[in-house]
């Protein structure tokens, strides 16, 4: 695969953990927070972890819409969904996220009409061909998706599709960095910027993290060539007691970003006040939701929303870990009464959730005794 | 609906319901296909029922799959199908020409895996059950002279083998519903592995340990299965595992692992390390084995588990599927 | 958070300009282009895909300095190693630094 297969040859992936591994010496701890899910389900996916020296600290970060959605709010849009003829849209992320009656797909067991869609346009088109229907859209994610979204709502418009409606759940990522930085019991060094958000918003909005809180970042692709390349780039910063802001994705992202998807997002949203992030509490001007010229495209106009919140258990631990003071296994509940089969906590719900991803990935491999070489 | 889909659920459905009061004093891990003895002889037997969603897809149909799934659940327990009976669910309302159509999928299928059908049933339910169709295939079969697979027999140091590329056909499958409005030229590999098998038994019979067809929740599912059974570490090398390109473009796109994936014309297999050279000989000169590869090997740690390794060093464990794989976003 | 793969624009619709197929791997989507709108892809350029929208073009020549940059990695750390291993008092090998 072409831009892809490049970024994963073996060879290359050895040199360059050398390379870090030369960086890093042995003088100093390393802390290190990769702000997107992605890059955490990346990062265990390809096994980095195993190829890093022991002093670099990967912390997984916020940046998992489907983990920070308070339990209240997949509550609220299957409420709406459950009144006749409505069609509940969603991605296949969020088919499996516990409601406090059960997940989408245990509501679909049970007889409403849950849909996996990959792309809000294909809701729409479902809106289309079910005009007796009303296609609610389960919309979420960060600054990536929310211009699809935006750009599904002025289609919708445009066609004067009256018959589909978007309950609105995109998060924005700077706030979340804020409240993280923010925290009391912060120990980051640096951080690995979001690749994708990225291409949407550039990499301007980062600036405050260099100049203001004197952390370096760098903006990183996915593959993990991308990964490590962007560890040098941070690693060398550190060294040289750097802090600025650096662009390691340049094949995708530019420093300005996308102007069209900016253009979309403002044509059809504005910033909520404050919206609640499970695991971090409040946060002011971190979310988005539909403005009034979209309102007759908005679920939460068009229907009778309970509102319902939900908190996590005390016991859950989700913000300590989300904010690197705890490791995800660390947490009273993991792997006992919170598992990827019956999770708790925002971790644990996503394969991109850093408990999640520890469980799937690491736990087991904590106990084995050999070390792992590859002999064919 | 998890428990149906092959992993973790579906298991628990099988070890704590079904097996404490049915199953009664069987001993041991369950196969894919059960040995029984009557009067003296020694016959294999299994049952599984087919409910797939389009009832025709490319490479297949839900016909074929009851005969070839039947047929190789019956091989991979080293057993030659001799027979099969099938049962029909049919939704009122079902056009005669669908059902003409399966029949004579499994008629075909019949013929080209050398298998008898010798009779079964048919029941119409009402309009609206049944999603058109549900097949039940019952298979008995005469044991494979040189093969005994047994799970608890594997060894740090067997090698695991697989015959060919995997995800065709679940991937097909999903493209098929239309839902995610993908197009690729793919198509089911649906097919009986029985001709690999024998010629398995023949050259390295003796050292095949285990056996299995991965079909729902794919080859991590099946290879869980083992490392829990016997108690040791499956280490793969992902490089070496068969993946057609089609199908790692869609698992890219849709966020998928190929190792979830359902097949329906693959088999894994076990071997002693001094045959696993000889294993793969065989399948390279049989009919439709030419992809077969040792995809990875058996350690003592980490036991009960299964580790996809990389070329650079990098690790990762790799679980039973929970519930169907569903598309990501992020 | 976001899965996003590079794809080909295979075709460009006539009659609609942001909708194109894109193949990944021999996997084809109908993708929408109109985030690229200021700058429009052509035929057989490359494209980063997330649900189903374009969100960037894919520049192959970042990708090329890309591979170039890791492939150097490393060897100029190793020249000047080389070279600072020589004090005043001691010849190179062979002659000149």
């Given amino acids: 695969m072409r831009f892809v297969d490049e970024f994963r040859e073996p060879e290359l992936i050895s040199k360059t953990a050398e390379e870090i591994r030369r960086l890093a010496g042995t003088d100093r701890h390393y802390c290190i927070m990769e702000i997107c899910g992605g890059h955490t389900h990346a990062i265990y996916r390809f096994g980095l972890k195993d190829i890093l020296p022991e002093n670099i600290e990967l912390i997984h970060g916020p940046g998992c819409p489907v983990c920070v959605l308070p339990m209240g709010r997949i509550d609220d849009g299957l409420a709406i969904a459950q009144q006749p003829d409505v069609i509940f849209a969603a991605f296949g992320d ?283 | 609906m998890a428990h149906g889909a092959g992993g973790k659920a579906s298991r628990r459905l099988v070890e704590g319901l079904f097996a404490p009061l049915l199953f009664g004093n069987t001993p041991g891990p369950l196969g894919d296909a059960a040995q029984v003895e009557i009067s003296g002889t020694k016959v294999a037997i299994t049952t599984d029922s087919f409910v797939v969603k389009p009832l025709t897809f490319p490479g297949g149909s839900i016909g074929e799959l009851a005969v070839n799934g039947t047929v190789n659940d019956l091989a991979v327990s080293g057993a030659k199908a001799d027979v099969l009976v099938v049962s029909y669910v049919l939704e009122a309302g079902l056009p005669t020409s669908v059902l003409e159509a399966e029949v004579r999928a499994m008629g075909d299928a019949a013929r080209k895996a050398g298998v008898r059908i010798a009779g079964g049933d048919t029941k119409v339910v009402e309009h609206g059950k049944a999603d058109q169709m549900y097949i039940t295939t019952t298979g008995i079969g005469h044991l494979l002279h040189g093969i005994a697979i047994d799970p608890l027999s594997v060894r740090p140091g067997d090698k695991v083998l697989l015959s060919g590329p995997i995800g065709d056909h679940g991937i097909t499958i999903l493209l098929a519903r239309g839902e995610l409005d993908l197009e690729a030229d793919l198509r089911s590999d649906t097919r009986s592995v029985l001709p690999l098998v024998e010629a398995l038994a023949h050259r390295a019979g003796p050292g095949v340990r285990w056996m299995r067809d991965p079909t729902r929740g794919g080859v991590a599912t099946s290879l869980n299965e083992l490392a829990r059974d016997c108690g040791l570490g499956v280490v793969l090398f992902e490089d070496q595992i068969p993946v057609r390109d089609t199908v790692r473009g869609a698992c890219e796109l849709l966020g998928l692992d190929p190792l979830h994936i359902a097949n329906e014309g693959q088999f894994l297999a076990v071997v002693a390390p001094e045959y696993a050279d000889a294993a793969i000989d065989a399948l390279a000169l049989a009919p439709g084995g030419d992809e077969a590869q040792i995809i990875g090997e058996i350690r003592e740690q980490p036991s009960g588990s299964v580790l996809v390794t990389t070329l650079y060093g990098g690790s990762r464990i790799i679980d039973m599927l929970v519930g169907d794989p569903l598309p990501r976003i992020c | 958070m976001c899965l996003a793969i590079p794809g080909k624009i295979v075709e460009i619709s006539p009659d609609n300009q942001d909708s194109a197929l894109v193949d990944v791997a021999g996997v084809r989507r109908r993708v929408n282009l109109s985030l690229l709108q200021d700058d429009r892809p052509a035929l057989g350029d490359w494209v980063l895909i997330h649900v189903g929208f374009a969100m960037s073009k894919i520049s192959e020549q970042d990708a090329l300095d890309q591979m170039h940059t890791l492939q150097m990695l490393g060897e100029s750390e190793a020249v000047i190693q080389e070279v600072s291993g020589y004090s005043a008092d001691d010849a190179p090998p062979g002659g000149s630094a």
């Fill in chain 1, 94 to 376: 969020m088919m499996r996220v516990p409601g406090a009656q059960g997940s989408p797909l245990e509501h679909k067991a049970r007889g409403m009409d849950v849909r996996i869609v990959y792309s809000p346009s294909d809701a729409l088109k479902l809106a289309r061909l079910n005009p007796e229907k009303h296609v609610m859209f389960f919309a979420i994610g960060f600054e990536t998706t929310a211009p699809s979204t935006a750009l599904t709502m002025m289609r919708a418009k445009a066609e004067g599709i009256r018959n589909f409606s978007v309950f609105c759940n995109h998060v924005t990522v700077i706030p979340a960095i804020r409240a993280i930085l923010d925290s009391p019991d912060m120990r980051l060094d640096g951080f690995i910027g979001p690749g994708h958000v990225s291409t949407v918003i550039g990499c301007r909005p980062y600036e405050w993290i260099a100049q203001n809180e004197h952390k370096p970042i760098v903006v990183s692709g996915f593959e993990p060539l991308d990964l490590l390349q962007s560890m040098v780039m941070l690693l060398r910063q550190l060294r040289s007691g750097e802090a600025k802001v650096e662009n390691q994705y340049k094949r995708v992202v530019t420093w300005e970003g996308n102007p069209a998807a900016l253009r979309a997002m403002a044509e059809v949203f504005e910033v909520r006040p404050y919206f609640e992030w499970r695991g971090l509490g409040l946060i002011p001007q971190s979310a988005l939701r539909i403005n009034d010229k979209y309102a007759e495209w908005d679920a939460e106009q068009r229907f009778e929303v309970p509102g319902i919140r939900v908190s996590d258990p005390k016991a859950a631990q989700c913000g300590e870990v989300l904010r690197g003071v705890l490791k995800p296994h660390q947490c009273r509940l993991f792997g006992r009464e919170c598992t990827p089969d019956r999770p708790v906590g925002a971790l644990m719900v996503s394969s991109e959730g850093s408990c999640a991803a520890y469980h799937n990935y690491e736990h087991r491999k904590a106990a084995m005794v050999t070390s792992l070489s590859q002999t064919a």
